[in-house]
DNA sequence: AATGAATGAGTCTTCATTCAT
DNA sequence: AATGAATGAAGACTCATTCAT
């Protein structure tokens, strides 16, 4: 397989660096492959296209992304324990990879609607997890039960999305894990002030 | 003021169909020209050049945009009101233009990143919005009083656009306005269990 | 009609030059471009492509080629003075454009397939004016009856085309006109000794 | 010697089918390989690069196929007889290959000159061939005494190679070798009405 | 002798922008 | 003010060939 061949890494890595440094239009297949230290064509061993590297890269950066945050919430014993600790760890991940952070929250969204439908498939899995967590929470009577789940998880992302990207947009001047705290309590208890 | 002229609104409408329908990458200057009933060049007698076309649309579309949801809010009382016809009206108006919420919500986000710089620059005038409305409701304690402000508005934002965003690449195959009750509530109570 | 703007005639001709200068497989689009004296975008304003250049390339040559020699033989009363005529004037025009000569013999051939069918679309004009002259022979008694025309009129054009692509690949090194005599001499009496 | 090792001719007949098959410009070095059952950097060591394949491909089987012409029309009698026989076992041996009859009729034309000029040097062999069959029509005053044989020769070859192009054109649909005594005739013959 | 992973040169086409009319 | 013909820069991908094993 492919994917095990050292090169494989190299050119994914390679193209997280030239995207975050030179942006989505600026990239080109070339700059990439000199990056990754192998010739143009070599590209195209191991990618059917310019698209694929996209594609594989934001697989392969989320698989492990995704991954990291279903271990780590599995050992919190309560929903909203959980719930916190997928918001650090998000933050997290995206806070120690700038690179990285760069290509997910602005570069990759320039690519065009396909490419973002396919990027939208790979998120369904974290979609999945934030599921999970929301029905614990209704099960343990934690969370409201009425709750449409559909929406639920859309906007927990979204609140995630939106904070991960100001950041990066800030050009990452303050510090992001700082802000779970918060918006984990914001996802949770809302504006409202608490009814005694 | 080239602003009032009738062609640079000819023109403006005829790049948000053109591009809701062909998308950003296909979305040609000589088609926006076409379609605008105009020539190629008589474009550049109104814009500076492709991305003054888009970053006007922008302003045009979402000052009109924001003026409404202002002009909605005002009348309102309280700040949980007034942040419900906020939720409401946003949903309201991209419901309402087809057209207007794909290029907004998708085709849009494919631009340079320094287009969406700009476009950020136009969206602080609705950050700045919901600011008021949440120091209100701070003021009014009905909000808790010790909210990351900043951080509160981005994710009021990241909630609304990530719901709108979803309705529209699910086709906007359901009723959006219909979630703003939904939204609203987890705005103000979040996923909480009332306490009694 | 683009056909009738002089840009059309100009890269047409261009083309030619440059195909039998260069070779086919040499002739980039920018070259024919500069030869033309054009940008090599104004190229894409008369034709879709490449391909394109080429059979219009040979639609033009060859309508002029096929009409002047619809024309000489006309003027001509029987069939073997038209059947002479048609050779004389296929060599004469030919020997009188050698670039032509060449791209039309050698270059045009190395084309792909597909474009080759088109060519011979093209050819089938001719093969009519060589069919009608043969029915006309057959008429007056001159030519056997029994003939199969469609066979007879691929000969009549191999022998032709056959000699010509030799001269062209002598490099032009004997005089192609002068052996219209004994080509429609072997096309009307064949090798044989004439019996008594 | 290279040509007598299995593999050689291994390669030469995977080349036939491979053209036939995709046509000369989608016959890539690694196509032939595979279907030759060797690894790409095997063809190299036997040809030494992949236009000699193509020109190894012409010697070898329009050897062959001059041979069998040869072998045929020598245990005839008369020149006229021989000619016949030449057509008849140039026809016969095309038809019954058809992958070859496409590869030369058809595929190696796209060729460019250079390799043209290399096929051309091939066909020199099979030109002395009818250049001896002319000659003893000559001497048996069969045929006119003042033909040009140079061109004559031409002619000849130009004849059976147009009727055979056409056929492979028109997808092999008739039956090329009954097309033999006609085309001998008019070789012979002429269009011309016999003078009593 | 045989392999096959790696190389890297080479080109058509699009489209934002200009400017003579 | 308006036109639209002309411009020309820029980049993904293929594939014949090599060479370390």
């Given at each position: 397989m492919n994917k095990d061949k050292p090169k494989y890494k190299q050119i994914i890595d390679a193209a997280v660096v030239v995207i975050a440094e030179n942006g989505y239009h600026s990239s080109q297949v070339s700059k990439i492959a000199k990056k990754a230290g192998v010739?143009?064509?070599?590209i195209y061993l191991y990618f059917k296209n310019k698209e694929d590297i996209l594609v594989s890269l934001f697989q392969d950066k989320m698989g492990q992304f995704i991954e990291r945050i279903e271990h780590e919430t599995t050992s919190k014993q309560s929903a909203e324990e959980k719930l916190f600790t997928l918001v650090e760890t998000h933050f997290q991940q995206l806070a120690a990879d700038h690179h990285l952070a760069i290509v997910t929250q602005l570069e990759l969204r320039q690519s065009n609607k396909e490419l973002r439908y396919k990027i939208n498939n790979v998120l369904k899995g974290y979609l999945a997890v934030i599921d999970n967590i929301v029905d614990e929470g209704i099960r343990e009577k934690l969370f409201r039960d009425h709750l449409n789940r559909r929406l639920v998880r859309q906007l927990i992302f979204g609140m995630m999305d939106e904070a991960v990207t100001n950041w990066v947009m800030k050009e990452q001047r303050y510090n992001l894990e700082e802000q779970a705290r918060d918006v984990h309590s914001l996802m949770v208890y809302g504006l409202a002030q608490p009814r005694s």
């Open positions: 010739a143009d064509g070599t």
